[in-house]
């Protein structure tokens, strides 16, 4: 005897967290009915595998409806088709905008476009995430990209305005989006050690600091886009090292400063040169789109990898990027002091969220 | 005289997209009445217009009004072809049209389609003015109330109880009309939902207006139902009990609704002077007047009337099948199975179960002596009916009188009540039910549906002879049913027979009564347990015993009712919903030749389906059922049966026996052996429940149990006129003293089945409980955490070899996993009761079986349940099943500070799965996720119950009576048949909420799903569905709020414990 038709349908929609997840992540009913059943779920319920079937082919049928509604959440929260506790409702959204570190990591800014998501395959082939557990983490990022893209006012207020997420994956997304719009590089070997938390984190700098919406809160995609006209303003930096003598000055009075305070005097000081040329060359090419979408690569060759292999503990890297940034405003022949912070703050901050010890 | 009916169309949202080019909508609306329609402007290129019409207004009939639904088309606009429809939003305006429902209906209504399902919603406004109308000859009935609610509605008082009403009105189905073979599917289906929704209108409008002629305001216990007999025709009926009610003032404050309230505001509708003067002087004619009793005329023996024909072919070709009719005892029929009682035995030859008789007869000889003592059961009926006024002494008489003359003016003194008034009910004898097959013919003249309402009159006529016999003039818990089949339908009709106190059935009698108890309805809660019938001529076989109770009256081992449990009965532990399942094959054949064969099946499944039961109810060591719901279905090649209903442990029926198994072949060793390893399975099941359930009676020393009271017993001799020798009666209590157990047979291979399938039945998980009534004994503490749900299963009995066994197995088995499945899926409520647990079952083709099961799962404070039953002294184990019984039923004061309160899903316990994205986990593990509070959509609760727990209905806002169809012809696209029906069920629950909200509504109580018919064709991709709900569309206020809020809350249209929002824009 088979069953042709099975159904429950609550008044309040009945959602069960566990195959949410599994549904989720892509595994297909089969699978889904063995994970539940390696759970223990039959030994404390009494139930059979029959039942468990059936419940978990009910609960994936009530997803497969929602997930329309997930695609725009104002819709489910104003929908009156399913019944659902507010609570539940935010839950259901977070959940589903969620992503997996690995999968993250590797279409991180990469353009969302067709050709990107005909790799989901070898992405889930690498990542042992579910093809379909990809495809909607890439969805969600392509729609949320579409949505916000192209508006006004701040991205992360933009986002949890439109996707009713928590602030945090709010923050995520904005990164995300961040990072796609212009394709920074993410995915070199060099990079791997870095989490999508410290780019995120080196997103929200950068958001702050760098685009348009830094200095005037009325543009379009004034969070998506660098301000052009500062990446321009930041030749203006050359000067740091193109002048012999305030590459000097700049030495010295970091030298003094750091004597003693520094574990890695020594290497510093042979090093400071070709520390100073690094970063500020990385700020001048910034004008170049190729050169932006390096801009991670050229932080971790430059300044990261020579501070690992001189052994430089976070602290001393602090020590010296605070220090080489304050004692720039003391060069007297330097006069981009604004832009020098506006640069610098960022470049600090991203720098000690990558270095790791 | 007209009235004015006033519409705006204000906006739309989320509507789909109709222009694949623009990826938008030019969207208008439709809005029409009767033959009246008006347009809105079209809103261009958005898929959330804002339309803010002015008011449309249509002024018409009342009748019209009653009749009519509101219908609201949402249309895009095409300038080059014809416009397409994006779909329709049908208003009945019935809740507008008394003045205590419903002012305005205001709100957002799911845009339906019949293909497409819900597309968008539609926010409309409609209101309505009446004018005044004193015209006698009016057609309409407006103001008569309706309530689906079967006791009565909680903030009302019931002034008199008229008693049954009904109609029916007949009409062609559309869906078989010349003109559907060239519709669209669309408008065929649409022109079926209009066409119901008028038929239903008039019907209720009818009914409406034979309240009023009974002078009555309201009518309860509203059952509406559709027959869709195919090429025949289309039947809507209904049944109700007609009521003058009187609007409790105040109800916020009033503990108990159904208790008399002294200030009494002057009750609107009641054009009979007001009752309540409160004399208290002795009106009640039960003192006055002495009486001596004579046999009534009205006793004749009308019972035996159709009865000869139970065994026999149909005489006449024409007209395919006599009624037939059953008789279900409240008793077993079979109980008396020992073998040393002669007298029972000559009494009441249950000869399948005598061991003297049935040793030596061949099954084939067991069926047809089991016919034969249908017989004589009948013929026994008449007798007792012949006698019912000889005994009880004249102060049951004076009632019996009293009453009698109260119902003798109906026609069917039939009431579809299942609760009632306390005093109300005075005994009740058992279940009579009454079935027919008929032979379906087109309905000719749609005006004069004589045929039907002849099929129904001759059954309901069955069915009062019946009560009659078992010495009751009434039938309480009325329902009726039909099963079709091709161009065969089984009309059934099942009710209680009961004796009732008068005060409820005459007009301004009642105040004065209401005073004093009369001594039937004993404080001790046992009164309606009591025999009506006589003792020395009982209509059928039955061990009776003084009530355990008082110890003055007579009361039967066993008590079959389709009542919900009197709020004074008294019980011992928790109920259980028990089962009887039941298919039997049938050969195909046209016409009189399958009527036939159907009728020649019918008393052999209703005495199985009746063993069943008994059997099943000895096993849970219980003695009383109540609810009682037996649903025969027919299908092409089989019977279905099914009986639902709640066992509990009346306090004042005997202890029930055990069930003993008797081997045909008592000299085999093994089988002995086997035997008796069955016999110690049974008694293990027996005692396992018995715990379960936590039946412990206190334990009675054996000479008490059999015998009255002294004093009482010299009393009740001296009542007793009639009776020969109080020895005689000694014997019989004694015989029963001994507890005789239920025996067994266990003579071939079917009887083996039988008893494999009795220890089959698992029992719920711990922690679950379930009864298909309103109240389930021994729980009282509910939460608010409530869930209604349907579940429907269809399965096809494919490569099964087919013999009434695999059919039985297989069906049992189809049950007992959609049981179990609902306890899995509502695990994370554990406590929790299922309540009104109600199966429906299908045979939509051939070999296919459908199970549709809607109940509510109520989670109740186990803590507080414990405290209770710790209890240790016997006496307080014995609670009253009045639980709910208004105080209790509102629950008490001291529960609402509870913190524990309306968190709608408690966190599941399963344990966590171990794969799991790592940053989900972390963002939900260390997030407060955003409160989505802003949401503007308004619970509604839904139920099955005539209350929401924990909560105070302040107002009825009228009947909801809603019929969709659903229809695709992509079935493998829209998930298969199950992503298919669950989509569409989902959406009527949707649409039942949106008007319900609307309405200014929180909540639906008495929500029923009447019908839901399936039907598919995979090898075309196409399914279709249709569906019938209703329920009470009710307002109402969690206790904890009521608490704080001492304000009187039974303001119009008070939305207090929905979310507000722009619901009301």
């Known amino acids: 005897m088979t069953n042709d038709l099975d159904i429950f349908v609550g008044n309040t929609t009945l959602i069960d967290e566990d195959v949410y997840r599994l549904w989720l992540d892509g595994f297909s009913v089969s699978d889904a009915v063995t994970l539940r059943l390696r759970s223990g779920i039959l030994e404390q319920t009494g139930a059979t595998v029959d039942v468990l079937q059936s419940d978990t082919m009910d609960h994936y049928r009530t997803f497969h409806m929602l997930e329309r509604l997930l695609h725009t959440p104002s819709k489910l929260i104003h929908q009156l088709h399913f019944q659902i506790p507010p609570s539940r409702q935010a839950m259901l959204i977070e959940r589903y905008y969620a992503f997996d570190e690995s999968f993250v990591r590797e279409v991180l800014g990469k353009k969302l476009s067709k050709g990107t998501k005909k790799d989901l395959d070898d992405i889930s082939t690498k990542t042992n995430i579910t093809l379909k557990s990809c495809r909607r983490q890439f969805d969600n990022f392509k729609r949320v990209f579409k949505v916000v893209e192209e508006m006004r006012g701040s991205l992360v207020e933009n986002i949890q305005q439109h996707f009713l997420l928590s602030d945090r994956l709010a923050r995520y997304y904005a990164a995300i989006v961040f990072f796609a719009n212009s394709r920074f590089e993410t995915g070199k070997k060099k990079l791997q050690f870095l989490t999508f938390e410290d780019f995120a984190y080196c997103a929200e700098q950068m958001i702050e600091n760098w685009t348009l919406g830094a200095v005037d809160s009325n543009v379009d995609d004034m969070d998506v886009d660098l301000d052009k006209e500062f990446l321009q303003e930041l030749k203006e930096l050359k000067v740091l090292i193109a002048d012999k003598d305030l590459l000097d000055v700049h030495k010295s009075l970091v030298c003094t400063s750091l004597r003693g305070k520094i574990s890695v005097y020594n290497e510093m000081e042979a090093n400071f040169k070709n520390l100073s040329r690094a970063l500020v060359n990385i700020a001048s090419k910034l004008t170049h789109n190729k050169d932006v979408r390096d801009f991670f690569i050229d932080l971790v060759e430059k300044f990261i990898e020579p501070c690992k292999s001189d052994k430089w503990t976070l602290n001393d890297v602090r020590l010296f990027l605070t220090q080489y940034m304050t004692s720039a405003h003391t060069v007297d022949a330097f006069r981009h002091q604004a832009l020098w912070d506006r640069y610098m703050n960022t470049i600090k901050s991203c720098l000690l969220k990558m270095y790791h010890d | ?1065």
């Not at chain 2, 309860?220 to 025709?233: A, H, I, K, T």
């Not at chain 2, 039947?235 to 009187?246: F, K, M, N, Q």
């Not at chain 2, 119009?1052 to 619901?1063: C, R, Y």
Request: hydrophobic share 35%; with cysteine.
């Open chain 2, 1 to 1065: 005289m007209p009235g004015k009916l006033k519409v705006k169309i204000v906006a739309g949202r989320h509507l789909p997209v109709m222009d694949r080019a623009s990826d938008l909508t030019d969207a208008f609306v439709e809005v029409k009445f009767g033959n009246t329609t008006f347009k809105t402007d079209v809103y261009p290129k958005s898929l959330n217009p804002q339309w803010n019409s002015e008011w449309f207004k249509f002024e018409v009939d009342d009748e019209d009004l009653q009749d009519e639904p509101l219908q609201i088309t949402v249309l895009d606009h095409d300038t080059y072809s014809a416009n397409d429809a994006i779909g329709k939003v049908y208003i009945d305006i019935d809740p507008l049209l008394y003045s205590e429902a419903a002012t305005v209906i205001s709100g957002w209504f799911p845009i339906y389609d019949t293909i497409h399902g819900i597309r968008g919603e539609i926010n409309v406004v409609v209101k309505v003015d009446l004018f005044n109308d004193l015209n006698r000859f009016r057609q309409s009935s407006c103001g008569v109330k309706f309530f689906c609610t079967t006791s009565i509605p909680k903030c009302y008082r019931a002034v008199v109880i008229h008693g049954f009403v009904e109609e029916l009105v007949v009409n062609e189905d559309p869906e078989y009309q010349w003109i559907d073979r060239i519709r669209t599917p669309r408008a065929s289906n649409e022109a079926r939902q209009r066409l119901i929704s008028l038929m239903s209108g008039e019907l209720q409008r009818k009914i409406g207006l034979k309240v009023l002629e009974m002078r009555g305001n309201a009518v309860v216990g509203y059952l509406q139902c559709f027959d869709l007999e195919g090429e025949s025709g289309l039947v809507v009926r209904a049944i109700g009990t007609a009521c003058t009610l009187d609007k409790i003032s105040n109800t916020a404050f009033l503990p108990a609704c159904n208790s008399p309230s002294k200030e009494m505001k002057e009750i609107p509708f009641n054009e009979d002077p007001n009752p309540n003067t409160h004399s208290s002087g002795p009106s009640t004619p039960l003192k006055n007047q002495t009486y001596s009793f004579s046999p009534s005329k009205s006793y004749s023996r009308q019972s035996s009337s159709s009865d000869t024909d139970l065994s026999l072919t149909p005489k006449t070709a024409s007209s395919p099948q006599g009624p037939r009719i059953f008789l279900f005892p409240s008793s077993p029929t079979l109980s008396c199975g020992s073998p040393h009682l002669n007298k029972s035995c000559l009494l009441f030859p249950g000869p399948s179960l005598n061991p003297l008789h049935s040793s030596h007869v061949s099954p084939v000889v067991l069926r047809k002596s089991v016919s034969f003592t249908e017989e004589l059961l009948l013929a026994a009926s008449g007798m007792g009916s012949g006698s019912a006024g000889k005994e009880g002494g004249p102060f049951k008489a004076l009632l019996r009188q009293q009453t009698q003359t109260a119902l003798e003016q109906r026609e069917f003194p039939f009431f579809t009540l299942t609760a009632f008034p306390p005093g109300f009910l005075v005994h009740v004898g058992g279940v009579v039910s009454a079935r027919s097959v008929k032979l379906l013919d087109r309905i000719h003249n749609p005006d004069e549906p004589e045929t039907r309402d002849a099929w129904w009159a001759e059954i309901r006529q069955e069915i009062k002879s019946h009560a009659k016999a078992l010495g009751c003039h009434a039938v309480v818990g009325y329902s009726e049913s039909t099963s079709i089949c091709e161009e065969v339908c089984i009309l059934s009709a099942s009710g209680t027979a009961a004796v009732l106190n008068p005060r409820f059935l005459q007009d301004g009698t009642m105040e004065g009564c209401l005073e004093q108890r009369t001594e039937e309805t004993s404080p001790l809660g046992c009164g309606f347990c009591h025999i009506p019938y006589d003792e020395l001529n009982m209509p059928f076989p039955a061990h009776l015993t003084y009530c355990y109770n008082c110890r003055k009256q007579k009361v039967p081992d066993v008590l079959f009712t389709t009542i919900d449990l009197p709020t004074e009965a008294m019980v011992i532990g928790k109920g259980c919903l028990i089962q009887a399942r039941l298919c039997r094959l049938k050969k195909k054949a046209q016409a009189e030749a399958n009527a036939t064969s159907i009728s020649n099946l019918l008393p052999f499944m209703e005495y199985e389906v009746h063993t069943q039961l008994m059997n099943k109810l000895k096993l849970k060591g219980m003695n009383a059922l109540f609810g009682l719901r037996i649903q025969i279905t027919v299908g092409e090649n089989m019977l279905m049966g099914l009986a639902s209903a709640t066992g509990v442990y009346l306090t004042a029926l005997p202890t029930p026996g055990g069930i003993q198994i008797a081997g045909k072949t008592p000299n085999d060793g093994t089988y002995e052996q086997h035997i008796s390893h069955m016999q110690k399975k049974i008694n293990d099941t027996i005692a396992k429940n018995k715990e379960l359930y936590d039946i412990n009676p206190p334990e009675i020393p054996e000479e008490i149990i059999g015998s009255p009271f002294p004093e009482p017993r010299q009393r009740s001799r001296l009542l007793r006129s009639q009776s020969e020798s109080s020895d005689e009666v000694m014997e019989l209590d004694l015989s029963h003293g001994k507890k005789d157990a239920f025996v067994l047979e266990i003579d071939d291979t079917d009887a083996m089945e039988d008893v494999h399938s009795l220890l089959t039945d698992v029992p719920p998980p711990p922690g679950f409980y379930s009864c298909n009534t309103e109240i389930m004994p021994g729980i009282n503490n509910w939460t608010s955490d409530i869930q209604m749900f349907t579940s429907v299963r269809v399965s096809r009995l494919s490569n099964i070899n087919l013999t009434n066994q695999t059919l039985n197995k297989n069906f049992n088995d189809l049950c007992e996993n959609l049981l179990k499945s609902l306890y899995f899926k509502l695990r994370s409520m554990i406590p929790c009761c299922l309540c009104h647990v109600n199966f429906t079952v299908a045979l939509p083709e051939d070999e296919v079986i459908q199970v549709t099961v809607t109940a509510v799962a109520i989670t109740f404070d186990k803590n507080q349940a414990l405290q209770t039953s710790k209890v240790p002294a016997a006496e307080k184990t014995l609670q009253r099943a009045s639980t709910d019984n208004e105080e209790q039923l509102q629950f008490p004061l001291e529960l609402c500070s509870d913190p524990l309160v309306s968190q709608p899903f408690s966190p599941a316990k399963a344990a966590s799965l171990d794969k799991a994205s790592p940053l989900a986990e972390g963002h939900l593990r260390h997030r407060s996720i955003p409160s989505c509070t802003n949401s503007s959509v308004s619970v509604v609760k839904m139920t099955p119950l005539s209350f929401i727990p924990r909560a105070k209905i302040t107002k009825y806002l009228g009947i909801i009576n809603m019929f969709f169809i659903r229809e695709t012809t992509s079935l493998r696209e829209e998930g298969g048949v199950s992503g298919f029906l669950h989509a569409f069920i989902a959406e009527v629950f949707a649409m039942v909420r949106a008007h319900v909200a609307a309405l200014g509504g929180n909540a639906v109580v008495s929500y029923i799903m009447k019908q839901c018919v399936f039907m598919e064709n995979p090898n075309k991709n196409q399914a279709q569905c249709l569906i019938n709900v209703s329920g009470d569309a009710v307002i109402v206020v969690r206790e904890s709020e009521l608490e704080m809020v001492p304000v009187q809350p039974s303001a119009p249209v008070s939305q207090p414990t929905s979310a507000g929002g722009d619901v009301t824009t």
